[in-house]
């Protein structure tokens, strides 16, 4: 027996026979090598913002935390008919008449719509930040540690919670400081320097709005200061980012540098009493400690339940068990306590066995529609999170109604602020029930996306979706619809995953509709018209 | 076989009559006429991994298994060019954790390797080269989007190889392959995720290319072959897996494997093999250990 590869007869003799087969196959090659390119998109496409209405009243709009559009003073500007500002002027020029590629990219990028940007910039870091801690060689977990935030593990831990919170903080702080820098623009009423001197080009859209305070600043000077606290490990790319929007209101025409400084100014003021109401409202001891973990266990026993154990492994401590009593936008303690859900099935009770039932089926039949649903609205670790899901989806409604950077900002905070109250009022009953997810009553039923790593009622994910869908629906209501199919798909997702209960999608819902109820009663009455 | 499979291609073997399997690396060619099919069965499993370069076990996984049922199948239309194609059912387990297995039809792969020289038989043996073409695309209805669980990474790849080989009159071999591997996007059910360092706002997931190099070298003796290979995989960009993040579809995955295995002619027209393998050094990959084992008939037309 002779191995076949080799024959006589072709020794470098090139072949008369035209690999006719091979062309074929090198060409099918080819054509599934043809769909790569590598260059994915297109992102969130933001074309230059030409907002449809200069919103004059934004200055007496309904304030969140400040006490007044006045509270934080800005100085009366110099006359454009000064010295100092024909400088300011002629300072632009010289800019706009030698700008580089990369400065009118950042151009580009920021006429996009600054409420917007960050926005984006916001829901990266998250994106980044989602990571629990990995677990020691020695068994436990490391705990984020704000004055290591660089190490390992990281600071912070932006889990949904984390990240309702740090979303809706920047969200209020921005819609806070550009009321009140409103206020300022009509009250000294100075143009744009594109206005004021027709030498300088307008390289972004320029409206009659004055252009002192610049809202650029104050949005770039608040939102800095807040992610400095909330990511303070991302301080260098964010310092930058803000440097660079507020260089490109300068190069672009749309603001002078006295207009960027007040409005710097004005919007590190803003994030300085933001950011006093942060430090207080009880998320530093969200974490709890073992006593308290230990405690919530046992009152589940003690009511005759089965407590939730951690599905992880080694187990985790619960996720932030005291983020219940952080301090909720709308609603008071004891609101929260009153909106709290009625208790969950009893964990012995033939419901619960029929709903663990219906967890084990559908995911051992799981359907590609079903699991393309439940991974669409996973938005686990490593992800922007639910509520940065529905920043996402709010994004484009923003957009495609050409808002001015005030109103924008109004979208942002009520939906990040319901949401956040959505955080504070799911995670007060989930700790206060402390029910097992489907997989620690029934370990046969394995999921088909990560568990979340805290007790099953109620889903969060409901309501988050819930109190999300209702504030937009009220925003947007030619969304209507669609928000609602969203919210629907996002709760039924669950189910789908294996990591919830229908009790808790259904209960979760009721609740997010409820609490959005407040943040809904505020938007009505905001004097937004 | 790792935290992504790059194509069951690689080790898909092809009997001949005789001794002499064919797979698209090595320096075989069936002979004109030659119709043959067979079944491989893999069974990998691993319980340390690369998280970027860092080596971990994770709880939540414990052992990762990875078996697959491959049927393959060839043709020779000359002596010089062969057509082969193969498909794997494959389903994964972790033996910790909550996590779902997942199983299903993977990718169909299309090859035709061509020799493009082989020089005279001379006093101490040939030399000759080939060239080989490879399309594969999903079939299954397959999810890209739960590694270490996926069963393949959902997009369509094609590859060029070329392979230079030595045969000596008194029985060793020699070869050394190097292919370029081309991957489509792939799309996902989500329109967000993050990965080597950005967010990115789409369903569309960039995958890097890979370039795999093998040497092999072994005996090929009458009704034996016993080859001994090292493979080398570098992937062309892609982001690390972060510190206790799932593993992405497009991550960088590398590794350096060894392995060793057995060919033998059971009859003129069935062959059978065994095979093992090894990862020895990786970046987000498992440090899988590979068993294969297969049953090929091949069929002078």
């Known amino acids: 027996m002779r191995i076949t590869f080799s024959r006589p007869g072709s020794f470098l003799k090139p072949s008369n026979r035209r690999p006719f087969l091979l062309a074929v196959i090198l060409c099918a090659a080819a054509l599934v090598a043809g769909g790569c390119d590598k260059v994915v998109g297109p992102f969130e496409v933001l074309p230059p913002l030409e907002p449809s209405t200069l919103e004059p009243t934004a200055g007496s709009w309904r304030m969140i935390v400040l006490t007044g559009p006045s509270q934080i003073a800005v100085a009366v500007p110099a006359p454009v008919t000064s010295a100092a500002y024909t400088a300011e002027l002629d300072a632009i020029k010289s800019s706009q008449a030698n700008l580089t590629s990369t400065q009118q990219q950042a151009i580009a990028y920021w006429s996009g719509g600054s409420v917007m940007r960050w926005n984006q910039i916001l829901r990266e870091l998250v994106a980044r930040y989602n990571l629990p801690p990995a677990p020691r060689d020695e068994g436990g977990y490391p705990v984020p540690d704000v004055e290591n935030p660089f190490g390992d593990p990281a600071f912070p831990f932006a889990n949904p919670v984390y990240a309702a919170r740090a979303y809706s903080y920047v969200s209020a702080a921005q819609y806070d400081a550009l009321k009140s820098a409103w206020y300022w623009k009509f009250q000294y009423n100075r143009l744009s320097p594109a206005k004021n001197d027709n030498a300088i080009t307008a390289l972004m859209p320029v409206s009659g709005l004055p252009s002192y305070p610049s809202e650029d600043a104050v949005i770039s000077g608040v939102t800095v200061e807040m992610l400095k606290t909330l990511f303070p490990a991302a301080v260098e790319e964010v310092t930058l980012k803000a440097a660079e929007q507020r260089n490109a209101a300068l190069w672009s025409g749309k603001a002078t540098a006295s207009d960027l400084a007040a409005g710097l100014a004005l919007g590190k003021s803003v994030a300085t009493v933001f950011l006093a109401r942060a430090a207080a409202d009880g998320m530093r001891t969200a974490g709890g400690s073992a006593v308290l973990w230990q405690a919530l266990a046992d009152s589940a026993t003690t009511r005759g339940e089965i407590a939730w154990i951690s599905r992880d492994i080694p187990a985790r401590p619960p996720m932030l068990p005291l983020f219940g009593q952080v301090r909720a936008w709308m609603m008071t303690p004891a609101d929260i306590v009153a909106e709290r859900p009625p208790p969950p099935p009893s964990t012995s009770s033939q419901q619960m066995k029929d709903e663990t039932a219906e967890v084990k089926r559908t995911v051992e039949h799981l359907t590609s529609v079903q699991l393309a649903v439940a991974q669409k609205w996973n938005d686990g670790a490593g992800t922007y999170s639910p509520p940065g899901h529905w920043n996402d989806v709010a994004l484009e409604y923003v957009r495609d109604a050409k808002m001015s950077e005030v109103r924008a900002a109004r979208v942002f905070a009520l939906l990040n602020m319901a949401m956040h109250d959505a955080g504070v009022g799911c995670w007060e009953a989930k700790y206060h029930y402390f029910n097992p997810r489907p997989s620690q009553v029934d370990p046969g039923i394995k999921t088909q996306i990560g568990i979340p790593n805290f007790p099953s009622y109620t889903s969060g994910h409901s309501t988050f979706s819930t109190a999300a869908a209702a504030i937009l629906s009220y925003l947007f209501p030619s969304g209507a619809t669609s928000f609602a199919a969203m919210r629907d798909e996002a709760g039924i997702s669950r189910l789908y995953g294996g990591i919830h209960y229908r009790s808790d999608i259904e209960a979760g819902k009721l609740h997010g509709a409820r609490i959005a109820g407040y943040t809904l009663s505020f938007a009505r009455s905001d004097g937004a018209p | ?301």
């Open chain 2, 1 to 301: 076989m790792l935290l992504r499979t790059i194509g069951t291609v690689a080790v898909l073997a092809l009997g001949a009559s005789s001794a002499a399997a064919q797979t698209i690396d090595d320096g075989l060619m069936m002979p004109r006429g030659t119709l043959s099919a067979g079944v491989l069965y893999t069974h990998d499993s691993w319980d340390q991994y690369w998280e970027g370069t860092l080596k971990r076990k994770n709880g939540n996984i414990g052992t990762l298994t990875q078996q697959s049922l491959t049927w393959i199948g060839g043709y020779g239309v000359t002596d010089r060019l062969s057509l082969m194609a193969a498909v794997p059912y494959v389903w994964t387990h972790a033996s910790q954790g909550v996590l779902h297995d997942l199983s299903g039809i993977q990718d169909l792969t299309f090859a035709a390797k061509y020799r493009l020289l082989a020089t005279a038989p001379a006093k101490h043996g040939t030399f000759s080269a080939f060239a080989v073409g490879t399309a594969a695309l999903p079939v299954g209805d397959y999810t890209p989007d739960f590694f270490p669980l996926s069963i393949g990474t959902g997009g369509g790849r094609a590859s060029g190889r070329l392979t230079l080989s030595f045969q000596s009159t008194s029985a060793w071999f020699v070869n050394a392959s190097s292919a370029y591997t081309w991957c489509s996007n792939v799309r996902l059910n989500r329109n967000a995720y993050y990965t080597d360092g950005q967010l990115y706002l789409t369903n569309e997931v960039a995958m890097p290319n890979v370039l795999e190099h093998t040497v092999s070298a072994g005996v090929n003796r009458g009704r034996w072959r016993i080859p001994l290979s090292l493979v080398q995989q570098r992937t062309l960009g892609g982001g690390d897996i972060r510190r206790q993040d799932m593993p992405f579809v497009s991550n960088r995955m590398d590794f350096t494997k060894l392995g060793s295995g057995v060919m033998y002619a059971l009859a003129k027209n069935l062959s059978i093999q065994v095979s093992a393998a090894h990862v020895l050094s990786g970046r987000n990959v498992g440090q899988s250990t590979i068993f294969t084992s297969g049953l090929v008939y091949a069929h002078h037309l």
